[in-house]
């Protein structure tokens, strides 16, 4: 049976993959993103397929639960993810997918409690890999499971992913699929040769990332951004940077993709911001569309739609206002 595992590139992603590889060994694995989904999974030729950690964005979401509908015929497919979508979609992805699990949690975790009695106990370090990588760590399953381990280790262990695939030997999906079937067959991400090295080089770079954020990153109302393709590589915390040097509740990281689109990546340290949504309304609002987690998101628009971005963005914020 020919199974196909698509999954996101990060480090969530690349941890649930690794469960799903953990659970169908022989299987292929294919990185993808929302923006590409559709066409991906259109495309994959499989009796079986495991989703993991890929949103749906609102304007696609029709189409690609269709897509599912259809493909579910004849395929078996699992879906994890921790995205939200509306409930009548998600009502009919429960009907006619083998697994639709949803949660708040990382994907990781949602993979790895669907298939924990079909794969090694010891695989949960995966999970927690993913969970702390992606900001979900404090779920009850993960925070009952991390006391069973050394969680030093394994806070070391997904820093060594998190950061190690920001450098350029390991940023190409040929070496983080390496990493995905590392993490599979048992070993660790620091058994990866040039990967702890690499994570450390990274360290160092964000440490000179902060001083480049602090003369170049503008503010617009209360949006702090920074524009510069040679960051594409730390959009996260070039983001986060943005908002912290110009005392912005969000941060912008603006990368100008091949000339005909940008990619905005957005972060917010206010745990009362809808950053997602507003992502997806003021994307949606300029031709482009946008979606994450709730502090940290994306978003993809027309290249000369950016200030018209900035002023949709503004204007939610307003509504949200800061909380004293």
């Known amino acids: 049976m020919k199974t196909v595992i698509l999954t996101h590139p990060d480090s969530d992603g690349m941890c649930a993959g690794a469960v799903a590889l953990s659970r169908f060994p022989d299987a292929s ?3 993808t993103k929302p923006v590409s989904f559709y066409n991906d999974l259109n495309s994959c030729e499989a009796d079986r397929i495991v989703i ?10 029709t189409d690609i639960v269709a897509l599912m509908q259809d493909r579910s015929k004849n395929t078996e497919i699992y879906y994890f993810d921790h995205h939200k ?20 949690a990382s994907a990781s975790e949602l993979i790895y409690r669907y298939f924990q009695k079909e794969i090694p106990k010891e695989r949960i370090w995966i999970a927690i ?7 979900e760590k404090d779920t009850e399953f993960v925070e009952e499971r991390i006391r069973n ?4 280790a394994l806070y070391f262990e997904a820093a060594t992913i ?13 070496s983080k699929r390496l990493i995905v079937k590392t993490l599979a067959k048992g070993d660790n991400p620091s058994d990866i040769p040039g990967l702890v090295a690499a994570a450390k080089r990274v360290v160092n770079a964000e440490f000179d990332l902060y ?5 170049v990153a503008k503010k617009s109302g209360d949006i702090g951004y920074v524009k510069d393709a040679h960051l594409f590589g730390f959009r996260g915390p070039t983001a986060k940077f943005a908002g912290t040097v110009t005392g912005s509740r969000v941060g912008l990281s603006v990368y100008d993709r091949r000339g005909d689109h940008l ?28 979606g994450g987690h709730p502090q940290a998101c994306g978003a993809r628009i027309p290249i000369d739609a950016f200030e018209k971005f900035l002023k949709e963005l503004n204007k939610l914020l307003v509504k949200n206002p800061r909380k004293e």
Request: glycine share 8%.
């Open 263 to 290: 990619d905005i990546t957005m972060r917010t340290g206010d745990p009362d911001i809808m950053l997602n949504e507003m992502a997806e309304d003021a994307g949606e609002a300029v031709g482009g569309s946008g």
């Open 149 to 152: 381990w050394d969680a030093r």
């Open 52 to 61: 993991s950690d890929i949103a749906i964005p609102r304007r696609d979401t």
């Open 129 to 135: 890999y993913g969970a702390i990588a992606d900001y």
């Open 211 to 215: 001083d480049i954020v602090k003369k």
């Open 162 to 174: 998190v950061l190690g695939i920001k450098d350029r030997n390991f940023d190409d999906y040929r």
């Open 29 to 31: 694995i294919f990185f």
């Open 85 to 104: 979508i509306p409930e009548d979609a998600a009502q009919k992805l429960k009907n006619c997918l083998k697994a639709y699990v949803t949660g708040d």
